[in-house]
């Protein structure tokens, strides 16, 4: 137990508990109990209708009182209070622990074959589109996600996933599973993306020409249009737009949708609609057509 000492000092509004031990290297001052989040101890004081304000520092604890008692009235209670508590507890502290707690939820997105689940925590700050088991071998998340049956490509980009279903079952089928399954994984802290992972292509031999990646000023250009005013909202639907090329002689400029954007009913209207649209109001004169690979 404790040795506890009562101090005065010159002001007498104040009085000061003096422990046998290092109560902390840091300096507290305390207001209010919603300041005492990180001591119970505190908390129990301002309990204490007389309690004004509260300092913690080195081996002390002091006390400033309201003006509606004397300090010899209670101060024998106080130090009672002190020496039971330190003799029940190792810190006058509460001990902050990091809790690993994951949030997972649902959300639908134009695709009605692909569902984005997001999550509070970060996943990758890479774009990793997945069509098969095999692709997944260093993105242990994916990998185990294609042990679904149902499950047909895998997007990950920062903080979500994206999942594309084979067709024949509904998302209320395996939503809460699939829900399940990921905020699992994720609080095991299991590796999401390996070391080892490198983006693979997805392109075919005869597309990679017309897709050969270019970097001239206007693709620079397109490139800051995409990045500011079209991905945030692709990404907010589940999927990402990836620049490939633009060709001077025609005004072409070739993209690739991945994620829900994949394959989704509407691509071709956000393609043309939005995109196209967007690119020529912000460059004008410069944009021909956008083709995408889907």
């Known amino acids: 137990m404790s040795k506890i000492t009562i101090e005065t000092i010159s002001n007498p509004a104040i009085i000061k508990f003096v422990f046998d ?7 507290f001052e305390y207001n209010s109990i919603e300041d005492a989040t990180n001591s119970t101890l505190v908390q129990q004081l301002f309990h204490l209708p007389f309690v004004k304000k509260v300092y913690i520092t080195a081996n002390f604890i002091a006390i400033e009182k309201h003006d509606i008692l004397e300090w010899n009235e209670v101060q024998g209670e106080i130090k009672e209070i002190f020496s039971v508590y330190s003799s029940q507890n190792e810190s006058i502290f509460v001990e902050k622990k990091e809790a690993n707690l994951v949030e997972v939820y649902a959300e639908s997105t134009p695709n ?17 589109e997945l069509t098969n088991k095999a692709d997944a ?7 185990e996600l294609f042990e679904f049956p149902f499950i047909k490509e895998v997007f990950i980009s920062d903080n979500y996933v994206s999942i594309h279903k084979a ?26 993306v390996s070391e080892n992972y490198q983006q693979k292509s997805n392109l075919k031999t005869d597309e990679q020409l017309k897709f050969t990646p270019t970097n001239d000023d206007i693709s620079k250009e397109i490139i800051a249009v995409l990045e500011e005013y079209i991905k945030p909202a692709v990404a907010g639907d589940g999927g990402n737009i ?15 949708l991945q994620g829900a954007c994949n394959g989704c009913p509407s691509s071709t209207i956000t393609l043309k609609n939005g995109i196209e649209a967007t690119l020529k109001q912000i460059l004008p004169g410069k944009i021909g057509t956008v083709n995408a690979l889907n």
């Not at 067709?167 to 994720?186: A, M, P, S, T």
């Not at 990836?242 to 690739?256: A, C, D, G, M, R």
Request: no cysteine; aromatic share 10%; charged share 25%.
């Open 242 to 256: 990836q620049f490939l090329s633009y060709i001077p002689e025609t005004k072409e400029v070739n993209v690739i």
């Open 21 to 27: 031990k290092i109560l902390t290297e840091n300096s």
């Open 112 to 128: 009605p074959n692909v569902q984005k689940f997001v999550t509070n925590k970060l996943l990758s700050n890479q774009n990793i």
């Open 137 to 143: 071998k260093d993105v242990p998340l994916a990998l």
């Open 167 to 192: 067709n024949g079952l509904e998302w209320f089928e395996v939503n809460n599973e699939l829900r399940d399954f990921i905020k699992e994984y994720l609080q095991s802290e299991r590796r999401i």
